[in-house]
């Protein structure tokens, strides 16, 4: 089967950097995405890599190795504001996206 | 805002009620889905819309009846429903099924008493 793990929830202190992990198993890979969802809110996307590497784009950075089936999501200079949950998604060889359950951030001063 | 909107926000409704929730993009995009959260699992893809056109029915209930009636609008019909349907309905829109990303709406909050 398809499957998608991350950890279900993650402290981090505001200013400081978190790191949360995506580790995926699926038919076919054709590029990942993070979204974050704050409470009571619309999924909003972050981020989407195909290729090995890592992608920065200002406080936020995503890095995938396909040959691990693994991403990462660097949260850097944390705020308050960024207390959310974080979907990882892989888009398999049919284009379908398999959905991790999310990781719920909590930042604390 | 994110160009895609739902209503109701919030829905309580018996197991013998009817309701439908309504889903509007205004973001010109030709392909519209219906997910289905729950608490601590992984977003559920219940049905695909492309070119108004049903693409994916991922073993829904039969209490659950989408419709597209145009690319901008979609709809999921709710009949019969039961206690374990409660969640949160997102709606969602993209540049064609296989379009690089999804905007979302901010969903509806649905208990079923």
């Known amino acids: 089967g398809q499957n998608i793990d991350q950890p279900t929830e993650m402290t981090a202190t505001e200013g400081a950097i978190v790191q949360i992990n995506c580790t995926y198993q699926?038919?076919?890979?054709?590029?990942l995405f993070w979204y974050q969802q704050h409470a009571g809110e619309a999924p909003t996307f972050l981020s989407y890599n195909v290729l090995d590497g890592l992608e920065e784009k200002g406080r936020f950075s995503s890095f995938l190795s396909r040959s691990k089936g693994y991403s990462y999501l660097l949260l850097k200079e944390l705020q308050m504001k960024d207390s959310a949950s974080y979907l990882c998604a892989v888009r398999d060889s049919n284009y379908q996206l398999i959905w991790g359950a999310g990781t719920k951030l909590i930042i604390k001063p | 805002e994110t160009g895609v909107t739902q209503t109701p926000r919030h829905l309580v409704m018996g197991m013998t009620n009817k309701k439908s929730l309504k889903c509007e993009q205004h973001?010109?995009?030709?392909?519209m889905y219906w997910y289905k959260q729950s608490a601590k699992k992984p977003l559920e893809l219940m049905f695909v819309y492309s070119l108004e056109e049903r693409v994916e029915n991922n073993s829904v209930p039969s209490r659950f009846s989408p419709e597209c009636p145009n690319s901008s609008h979609l709809f999921l019909h709710l009949h019969t429903l039961q206690p374990e349907d409660s969640a949160l309905y997102l709606c969602?829109?993209?540049?064609?099924?296989?379009?690089?990303?999804?905007?979302f709406g901010p969903g509806t909050r649905l208990t079923v008493t």
């Open positions: 973001l010109g995009h030709n392909a």
């Open positions: 969602a829109s993209s540049h064609g099924q296989d379009g690089y990303e999804q905007y």
């Open positions: 699926t038919s076919g890979f054709n590029g």
